[in-house]
């Protein structure tokens, strides 16, 4: 048996080599682990605008409120959760929506949202525009300028008409106007009202309480449908 003390400088080099006190020399034994974000960390969002063509993504300024619009048709008003934003064009998202005309109240809940955009031209245009989320429907309104109106079931602000109305399936893309509805049906009917300022300056907002029927020529296709918004920015101006 060796003497001990002959052992000690073999230790002693062994020990000078080896890793420092709590490090690891095994690479792949090594780990590391991103700290989880903290619970209270802001998130920013951002809100999709319906464009002609284009996507438009903008930091917008919201607020919620219930509004109460009272229109040109008497004894009518349109009461609603709404979403508004500072950005013309942004859409309007509302649930629950409720009408009350001549002491009669329809209402038309689900996921909806609203969009409208002004066309200037030989006849200048504003469409307005519902998705339905839950039905999967876009139904889409055009009134032009200058045809007047002449329709005792509709209240038009003056010199404005109403030209069409129409349903088609898909909801996703219903809010960006980027082109007539594919596979569209018309309206057979239309009555209500709708109520934005004159001409000549482009309206910027616009309140809309209106009723469509159409023929059942696809199982799909609703007996009626309610375009009703108030407080709706309208894109273009």
């Not at 020990?15 to 780990?31: F, I, K, V, Y």
């Not at 438009?56 to 609603?80: E, I, K, N, R, W």
């Not at 998705?131 to 309104?141: E, G, I, K």
């Not at 010199?159 to 893309?173: H, P, R």
Request: glycine share 8%; proline share 9%; net charge negative.
């Amino acid at each position: 048996m060796r003497h001990p003390s002959r052992l000690l400088p073999v230790l002693s080099v062994i020990l000078a080599c080896g890793p420092e006190p709590g490090a690891t020399t095994d690479a792949s034994t090594s780990t590391s682990t991103a700290a989880d974000p903290p619970t209270g960390a802001a998130t920013s969002e951002t809100t999709q605008l319906p464009t002609t063509g284009a996507t438009l993504t903008s930091d917008v300024t919201t607020a919620t409120s219930d509004t109460t619009t009272t229109t040109t048709d008497p004894g009518a008003t349109v009461t609603s959760d709404t979403t508004t934003t500072t950005d013309p064009g942004a859409t309007v998202t509302t649930t629950d929506l409720t009408t009350t005309r001549d002491g009669e109240t329809t209402s038309e809940p689900g996921s909806l949202e609203f969009a409208a955009i002004y066309l200037p031209g030989g006849l200048d245009r504003i469409v307005v525009r519902k998705a339905d989320h839950d039905a999967d429907l876009c139904t889409s309104v055009v009134f032009a300028w200058p045809i007047g109106n002449d329709d005792p079931d509709l209240v038009l602000p003056p010199q404005w008409g109403f030209e069409s109305a129409e349903i088609a399936q898909g909801a996703a893309d219903c809010l960006e106007f980027t082109g007539p509805l594919a596979d569209a049906v018309a309206a057979e009917t239309a009555e209500g009202w709708g109520e934005w300022p004159a001409l000549p300056a482009c309206p910027g907002a616009l309140a809309i309480d209106m009723a469509f029927t159409f023929a059942q020529v696809q199982p799909w296709v609703p007996a009626q449908a309610l375009v009703q918004a108030a407080d709706l920015p309208i894109a273009g101006c």
